[in-house]
Structure formats: C-alpha cells, structure tokens
C-alpha cells in the first residue's frame, strides 16, 4: 500500500475506527466546505443534506454497536448528476430532466450504498455529458478551484472541482470521451477510466452507450482503486459488463516500475501541444526511467483519426439513445397542437445548444446514403484503432502520455467554437474508441495550474495503471495539498 | 471526391431536414448557426475517410465482449406505479398524449 497519509479515504476512516470523529461529523465538514467554497465553485446540482444524515447517523449507531465496517462506510462523497440516485434529483444538466427524481438507483449507487457511502450531493456536468468545459451545464457552469477564471473541464466538472477543492475525498463521473481523466488533469486529482464493461452503465444516462463509463475522481491513487473496486464487476442488469469479478487491486501498490515497459506514443504529443504541457510529461516520464522503467517510443498511427471517428460514433448513438427525451413518459413536456408538435417543442426548448448540435450530427451520420460514408466507416476504424491498442500492448505494458493537449483554459474561451472545444478531448478519446483504461494522475504543475500525466493499459489491466501511477504519487510528483476541510 | 464538394448540398436544407427528423424545433438564429458551423463539421468528421478500412458490419465489438441477454420471460414489478408517476400526463393508468390521428 501506499504510504497511508495519502488516501484520504483511509485517513478519515481511521478517525471514525479510533472514534476521534463521527460519520456526522465528518459530514458537517463536508457541508461546512460545500457552504463555504460552492456559492463561487459551483461544484453540485443538489446537496442531500437530510438523506446524508440519515444515512451517517445509521452508521454512526453501527459504529456505536462494534460492527465491521466497510472501506468506504461513513465517508462522505458525491456523485454525478447523470447517474440516477433514488429519491435525488437526477438532471444531468438538462433543462429536459429539470424535475426528473429516478424511482431507481443507478448500479454503482446500490454498490456505493451497500457499503454504507454518505452521498452528499449531484454534481455539475455538461448537459448529458457533452462537452469538456462544464459551461454547457444548463444550471451554469463550475470554476475551477485552483484558478477561478478557468474552467475545471468537462464533463465531470463538478465531480472534479468538489474532490480538488476538499469538499468531498472522492466523487464518481463517467468518461465517454475524456469526461473523467481532462477534469482530473485540470483540477490537479486523479481520475479513472476503467476498461469498457468494468463498471454497470446501469442506471447511468445514456449517452453513448458503446464509449460510457463510470469511474473514480480521487485525490490518491490508493482512493481512486478502492472506489474503483466497490464499484466494479459484473451486473445483470448491463449486458456489456466484464464476467470475470475484477481483480484485488492491493498488489498492484506493492510493485515498483522496476523492468516495466513504459511506451510514449509519439502521436500524443501533437505539432500543437502546449510546450509546458508536453515538457512537464517528459520529465514525469524521465523520472519513471530513473525509478527503473523502460521507457520506449511506440506509434499508434490510426490514432490521428481517433477524434473525428470518436464524433462520428458518439453524436450517432447520443442522437438515438436520447429520442426518448419525448415529454411522453418522463421528463419536460411543452404543450402542443399535435404529439409532433409536442416533440419539438419539447425537445427544441429541453435541450440547450451543444447537445442539439450533436443529436443533428449524429442524424446526420446515420442517415440514408450517409450512413455508409459515415457511421459504418467509422465503426471499421473503430476496429483499426482498437487492433493498433492491441498491437502496441504485445510491445509495452502501458503507456504515458499528457492527459490533455493544454492547461485549463478561461471561461468562455472555447464556447463559440464547438471544433476548438471538441478537440480539448484529442488525447483522451483514443482510450474510449478502443475500450482499454486509462488513469491520470498530476504530475506537474506550471504555476498554479495542474498537468496530469496519462496512463494507458491494455483491456482489464487497470492493476498496472494503479502501480505506475502510486509511483509517480510516491516519487515524480508531490500535488498540492488541497484546501483542507476547515478545521473543527 | 474532397469533402467540399461532397457537401456541395445547401446546409440550410439541410440542417432544416435533420432537425425534421430529429424533432428539435429549432429557433431562426439556432438554425443560422448551425449552418453556418455544419460545413466545418462535416468535413472535420471527413478524415475518417483516410482510414484504410471496409465499412463495418456493425457486429464488431471493441472489447471483444459478447451481449449477455436476459431470459425473454416477464417478472412483477414494484416500479410500474412509480414509473407511471414520472409521466407529464397520465388517464387512469395510461400515460396521455395529444391525439395522434
């Protein structure tokens, strides 16, 4: 294991083991910071407060009573506001599920349950996930915390900014395209992508159903893999997910780099690149050769079209998966002379710009004598560049690369260029075409604002992913210290 | 045949088309915007055309993951109240909608 002070999911579990806090009152900490830092931060949707008690004061009489708790009991965190919480509004950024309360909880809800998580609040998302800025919130976009003008990223912006700014040790998001591992990097944590089919998309809102995953956004590697693990493993419920339970992630924190084969894909560090960006990975990278790695440059040609068949694949299955937003069965409904008048007007006034943008794309992609142009065409080089993943893992055991191609940029900045603001997710999408993982994790920082080194591994090695990266934790990058929860 | 010339078609007809079939009523100024950017678009999404790769029998997974598919048989459930109760309108257990014919 890591050294112990650096998961904070232990640290606080410590306090209530030696009874020095009370799930309750490690709650009030939370809502005390969400208080005082979200009315600027804008981090969460909802805070549950009431559900939140309830649920501490249940373990807290668990506690009382001598029970073997575990890992995540009593530990408050948040959860992103496009994964249905029974009882929670459920918006997903949407005007369109602006009153939607799920009668159901989201698998890795029941899972966070199960073990007694304190959830407490819905965090801020560009509206269905589409976009990497969180501006495209219809609730208002989130800041980041280490730099207020600057966005956090996007989707799991608030996810993101609520674990970076110390409200919460952990939050979930989903990464269809980058939405977990750019907010990670632009606020200075770590975030996961598990491989395709790890986590149940069960009671998460579809986006694009063959890219979407769930995933942690922590301030430690050792938190990122125990949250990952409570989520994990197979789900009836999700016929995608993997049959194989996922592995114990505790060894992969006893290894060092020594003898691993690092491969740096030369086609992740593009002709424009942010030059602080690409020369704080080359160092973090350096350091993994100096701790033992073998590090070796490696090709992944295909991936120069990652982006456009990323946009072809994504936009095609968002404009089916959300033609059920029909004000028919659930969500908004705008009155209407006809049901087709009623589909329009409920969808023109439910949607906001970028997802109206991409549902017209993805109809377009899909249409008759464009389908063949497009969305098949994409789908094969889908195959081309999972087939190129593949081929460079018989060479290497991960790779490293920069989470994003710049720093966090200024609000605004990109809002009125949808190419400009696509193309924030160039380095992140290649690892959602091909359904592998990938961690980031920060390993610089160019003044106050943060870089995240990327970590790729093959299909079902997140274990590899958790060792280098506790490595470059322990020995390449010490981040900054959050704002601590504020003192009792 | 370069991406420009492929879209030699007028994007207002055709964004006008695709918000018909997508139901999204769109505004005037919504409309002259995505005119505006769609070209740029289209022809980013172009590139995918310089992959060396028969077009795909949609049956390919990239994980190699096979569909598990549940057992076609019914089962009760508590939620189809609950579900009802999400509904914008709803007449004595039917969810209610304009007329269609």
Do not use: H, W
């Given at each position: 294991m890591s050294a112990p002070e650096k998961s904070h999911i232990r640290s606080m579990r410590d306090r209530l083991v030696r009874r020095e806090a009370s799930v309750e009152e490690l709650l009030d900490d939370s809502l005390r910071a969400i208080r005082r830092l979200d009315g600027e931060l804008h981090a969460f949707l909802h805070v549950a407060e009431d559900a939140a008690r309830k649920t501490a004061r249940e373990v807290d009489e668990r506690i009382a009573k001598g029970d073997d708790l575990p890992t995540l009991a009593g530990i408050p965190c948040a959860v992103k506001d496009n994964i249905c919480t029974k009882g929670l509004p459920t918006t997903a950024g949407s005007r369109i599920l602006e009153d939607f309360v799920p009668p159901y909880d989201a698998t890795v809800v029941e899972h966070l349950e199960a073990q007694g998580a304190v959830i407490v609040g819905k965090t801020n998302l560009d509206e269905f996930a589409m976009g990497s800025s969180t501006e495209f919130s219809?609730?208002?976009?989130?800041?980041?915390?280490?730099?207020?003008?600057?966005?956090?990223?996007?989707?799991?912006?608030?996810?993101?900014?609520?674990?970076?700014?110390?409200?919460?040790?952990?939050?979930?998001?989903?990464?269809?395209?980058?939405?977990?591992?750019?907010?990670?990097?632009?606020?200075?944590?770590v975030g996961m992508k598990p491989t395709y089919g790890r986590v149940s998309r069960y009671g998460v809102v579809a986006y694009a159903s063959s890219f979407d995953q769930v995933g942690p956004l922590a301030r430690s590697v050792e938190d990122a893999a125990i949250v990952l693990e409570a989520i994990a493993g197979p789900d009836p419920k999700d016929g995608t997910t993997l049959t194989q339970a996922p592995p114990s992630f505790d060894a992969a924190f006893g290894e060092d780099v020594r003898g691993l084969r690092i491969g740096v894909p030369k086609e992740f560090f593009p002709s424009g690149i942010d030059p602080d960006v690409s020369a704080a990975v080359r160092r973090a990278i350096d350091a993994l050769a100096d701790l033992g790695g073998e590090v070796r440059e490696v090709s992944l040609p295909s991936v120069e079209v990652a982006l456009a068949v990323y946009y072809i694949l994504v936009t095609a299955e968002a404009s089916t998966n959300l033609a059920r937003y029909d004000g028919v069965r659930f969500g908004k409904r705008v009155p209407g002379s006809s049901m087709d008048d009623v589909y329009l007007r409920t969808r023109g006034a439910g949607f906001g710009p970028d997802v109206k943008r991409r549902v017209l794309l993805g109809t377009f992609v899909l249409s008759a004598g464009y389908a063949e142009k497009y969305y098949r065409k994409a789908a094969a080089a889908r195959r081309v560049l999972a087939d190129d993943f593949a081929k460079v893992f018989q060479e290497v055991d991960v790779l490293a690369c920069p989470a994003t191609p710049e720093l966090p940029f200024r609000l605004g900045e990109k809002t009125s260029d949808p190419l400009k603001m696509y193309a924030s997710d160039v380095l992140t999408v290649p690892v959602n075409v091909a359904g592998v993982p990938a961690l980031v994790v920060p390993c610089a920082a160019v003044g106050a604002l943060p870089v995240g080194l990327q970590l790729i591994a093959a299909a079902g090695r997140e274990d590899t992913l958790l060792r280098v990266g506790a490595a470059v934790e322990n020995s390449v990058f010490e981040a900054a210290a959050p704002p601590a929860l504020e003192a009792r | 045949m370069p991406p420009s010339q492929a879209f030699a078609l007028d994007h207002q007809v055709l964004v006008k088309r695709l918000a018909r079939l997508a139901r999204i009523g769109l505004t005037k100024d919504e409309e002259a915007r995505y005119t505006s950017e769609f070209q740029a678009i289209v022809e980013f999404v172009s590139q995918v055309e310089r992959v060396q790769a028969e077009p795909s029998s949609l049956k390919a997974t990239v994980t190699g993951v096979r569909h598990v598919v549940r057992g076609d048989t019914s089962e009760p459930s508590a939620l189809a109240d609950l579900l009802l109760d999400q509904a914008p309108d709803t007449r004595t257990g039917f969810l209610k909608v304009p007329a269609i014919l």
């Open positions: 219809a609730y208002g976009p989130t800041r980041n915390p280490k730099d207020r003008e600057r966005v956090p990223g996007g989707s799991s912006g608030g996810s993101a900014a609520a674990v970076a700014a110390g409200m919460v040790p952990y939050a979930l998001g989903t990464d269809t395209g980058g939405s977990i591992r750019q907010p990670a990097a632009f606020c200075g944590i | -």
